[in-house]
């Protein structure tokens, strides 16, 4: 779960980046976070992982109040929560296997616990089979299902996605977005930042929309309306 409580965020240089946002995401929803260049989407995924932090306001994920969070803190948190990325920043000198393997190497685990969360994290995304091949012998679309097996290999009650369809076809973005949608289903919280109103419109989540830093939209499950003209992310 995720939870902003009229959250700021001020840089030292003056830009406030977030004014007094508000939102709630709760276990099993997926939701779309949209917005112009600017508006804060960014910041909102960075104060979730503890690369900013507030200004003002509380922010909490899964019952941890950020705002009170220690240096040591940040590993367990950053565990608790997978991140896929539109560049997916896979390592290309190591296998499939190695790739999804890491926050598990990285967290302890035994090796007979990391070969059975890899294969079943490559088999929740179509891959197994591949993970003795490097990276650079799979497609685009494959390479960004590394990814995103690397990001719930641990399990994480939260998963995050930063533009995770900007580089790939309509057809592959879909088969992407349905994976989501799968991990929702079995209860991790699922915040999309998207550019790409389609997508926003076929899949009909929850949306929130940044303007100038303010949250001015929260639509439930029908993203149509904004779609259709009833609100405008990339507005004056």
């Known amino acids: 779960m995720i939870v902003f409580d009229r959250v700021g965020k001020k840089y030292d240089n003056g830009h406030e980046a977030l004014k007094g946002v ?80 890491l926050p598990l190497v990285i967290s302890g685990f035994r090796a007979p616990d990391i070969d ?50 900007g580089n790939l076809d309509p057809a592959l973005a879909a088969e992407i977005m349905d994976l989501f949608e799968e991990f929702a289903r079995v209860g991790t919280s699922v915040l999309i930042a998207t550019h790409d109103l389609a997508l926003i419109a076929r899949y009909r989540h929850r949306l929130l929309t940044l303007r100038a830093g303010e949250l001015v939209q929260d639509i439930g499950s029908d993203a149509a309306a904004w779609v259709d003209g009833e609100g405008d992310a990339d507005g004056p």
């Open 116 to 165: 059975r969360r890899v294969r079943a994290a490559l088999d929740k995304v179509g891959l197994l089979g591949k993970e003795k091949l490097s990276p650079l012998n799979l497609s685009g679309g494959e390479q960004q299902r590394v990814g995103i097996a690397r990001a719930v290999v641990n399990r994480p009650p939260v998963l995050l996605a930063d533009e995770p369809t």
């Open 22 to 101: 508000s939102f709630t995401l709760p276990p099993g929803e997926m939701t779309f976070l949209t917005g112009h260049s600017g508006a804060g989407k960014s910041t909102v995924l960075k104060l979730i992982l503890l690369m900013e932090r507030a200004s003002s306001g509380t922010v909490s994920v899964n019952s941890m109040n950020l705002n009170r969070a220690g240096r040591r803190d940040i590993p367990a948190l950053r565990r608790s929560i997978g991140m896929v990325h539109q560049n997916h920043h896979l390592l290309f000198d190591r296998s499939v296997f190695d790739n999804v393997a």
